[in-house]
């Protein structure tokens, strides 16, 4: 089966630097890579996605890049602000056999400081 | 609101109880998940079941039982739980066809088992 592999678990940064969370993903048949935000004692939401047709997508502040190659896809974060601080979870998405179940990663605990 | 909404958003149990999680979707998905959420550890799916047809159990205790009477609403019953089983539960929906399979997620329901 498909195995993700996020890292950091923890990442600190001060508020408008840049941040980057990456994942790494065994199961080549994975085509859908979605990334949710989770912030404390709210759900987890989609914040973007990308299909293992294209190599990087951006809205506003947030990118995600892919390298089906390499089996790897990062999150960028750019001018970070306080409220971006929240767990990030990766996942990989695979097509086959009608099933559309995705692997998450472990999480990336995000701590923007003011 | 999501168009996912769990009920109830806590609940404390005793171990010897019988209680029951629901979750219902409003966006027209035609697949709904349960996903336990426990601190320190990956989202842990548990049941799915897609065009109302479960499609994986994940070696989940037999004292967890989902039900799907239709499309929009998912139960999940519980029943002679441990206090291990204390945890977020989370439900989410996703479209299993076509070229959008990204999660919704409900906001969960905390559970406390004594």
């Known amino acids: 089966g498909e195995n993700v592999e996020q890292h950091p678990s923890t990442l600190s940064v001060q508020e408008g630097d840049s941040a980057v969370i990456k994942c790494t993903y065994s199961?080549?048949?994975?085509?859908?890579f979605p990334w949710y935000k989770q912030e404390l004692g709210k759900r987890p939401q989609l914040i973007i996605d990308i299909r293992s047709n294209v190599g990087e997508k951006k809205d506003q502040r947030i990118a995600v890049t892919l390298n089906k190659t390499a089996k790897h896809f990062s999150l960028h974060i750019t001018e970070t602000q306080p409220e971006d601080s929240a767990v990030y979870f990766c996942?990989?998405?695979?097509?086959?056999?009608?099933?559309?179940?995705?692997?998450f990663g472990r999480g990336t605990s995000l701590i923007v400081h003011p | 609101e999501t168009g996912v909404t769990q009920t109830p958003r806590h609940l404390v149990m005793g171990m010897t109880n019988k209680k029951s999680l629901k979750c219902e979707q409003h966006?027209?998905?035609?697949?709904m998940y349960w996903y336990k959420q426990s601190a320190k550890k990956p989202l842990e799916l548990m049941f799915v079941y897609s065009l109302e047809e479960r499609v994986e159990n994940n070696s989940v205790p037999s004292r967890f039982s989902p039900e799907c009477p239709n499309s929009s609403h998912l139960f999940l019953h519980l029943h002679t739980l441990q206090p291990e089983d204390s945890a977020l539960y989370l439900c989410a929906s996703s479209q299993v066809t076509g070229l959008d399979y990204g999660y919704t997620f409900g906001s969960g329901t905390r559970l406390t088992v004594v």
């Open positions: 199961d080549s048949a994975s085509n859908y």
């Open positions: 996942a990989a998405t695979p097509s086959s056999g009608g099933s559309y179940i995705p692997t």
């Open positions: 966006l027209g998905h035609n697949a």
